[in-house]
């Protein structure tokens, strides 16, 4: 079982950047296939993307492919989400997810973060 905490949302313009961090308490978290989603108001949860911790392969939603980049560091048990050029309709409460399969799928794992809350507003 592995547990998560996100951290790094807040407000930013148009065109700014942020870097959100997804913190994973357990066992094993290099073993665990870790995943972005988001969910904007009035609006169902959406994959964003994701990184296979068998291949190292990414796969990312169209919407946010060229502008956002998922990595990690096993090390730190911490999991990322690059965001960059951000438009308003990136704003949405951003969800880590994790799961012990290895593939690059868009469907959400077993384990969810609480979320933090990503604005993008002037």
């Known amino acids: 079982q592995v547990q998560l905490v996100e951290s790094g949302g807040g407000l930013v313009p148009p065109g700014g950047s942020l870097r959100l961090s997804c913190v994973a308490s357990?066992?094993?978290?290099?073993?665990?296939?870790m995943s972005w989603f988001r969910q904007a108001p009035g609006k169902e949860r959406e994959f964003v993307a994701v990184?296979?911790?068998?291949?190292?392969?990414?796969y990312y939603a169209d919407s946010v492919k060229g502008r956002f980049t998922i990595s990690r560091n096993n090390a730190k048990n911490t999991a990322y989400l690059q965001m960059s050029s951000l438009k308003p309709e990136d704003t949405a409460v951003y969800y880590c997810?994790?799961?012990?399969?290895?593939?690059?799928?868009?469907?959400?794992?077993?384990?969810w973060g609480q979320g933090t809350q990503v604005t993008v507003s002037s």
């Open positions: 997810n994790a799961d012990p399969g290895g593939a690059v799928t868009t469907k959400a794992g077993h384990y």
């Open positions: 357990g066992r094993s978290f290099s073993r665990y296939t």
């Open positions: 990184l296979s911790w068998t291949t190292g392969s990414t």
